[in-house]
C-alpha cells in the first residue's frame, strides 16, 4: 500500500484480509507499517478515515526481521521493541510479508511441540 491511500482503505485491506497491519511503502520505497492500533489512535483523534493519509499515522522506521531469523529471535525482538507486528524481509531487503504476534505464539507451541514429542 502506498503512504498516501487513506486510513479507510487500509482498514478495509487489513478487514479484507484478516490480519492486524499493513506494509506502507513510503515515497522513498522504505516500507513502513499500519496496525490496527495506528488506525484506533487516529479514530480517537477524530481523524476523518476517508480523507487521512495513512503516513499520518504509520511508523515510518518498522523494525524488519530477516526471513532466515530464528522464531524465538524474533519474539525476542517483538518484547523488546514492544510491539506485535515486524516486516519480513528477504536477503536482499524485499519485504516478504509480516509476522504477527500471533505467528510467534503457534510457531514456538509448534516447536515446542516437536521438542516433546521428539
Known sequence: MDADATLASAAEEMWARRC??????GPDGKPGIITE??????????????ATPVSSYMTTD?????????????ARRMIQGGFRHLIVTDDRGGVTGIVSIRDMVAA???ERQRVLAG
Open 108 to 110: 514456538l507451541v509448534e
Open 20 to 25: 492486524g497491519s499493513a506494509v506502507v511503502l
Open 37 to 50: 492500533r495506528d488506525l484506533l489512535h487516529a479514530m480517537a483523534e477524530g481523524s476523518d478515515p476517508l
Open 62 to 74: 518498522a523494525v524488519a526481521v530477516n526471513a532466515s531469523w530464528e522464531v524465538v529471535d524474533a
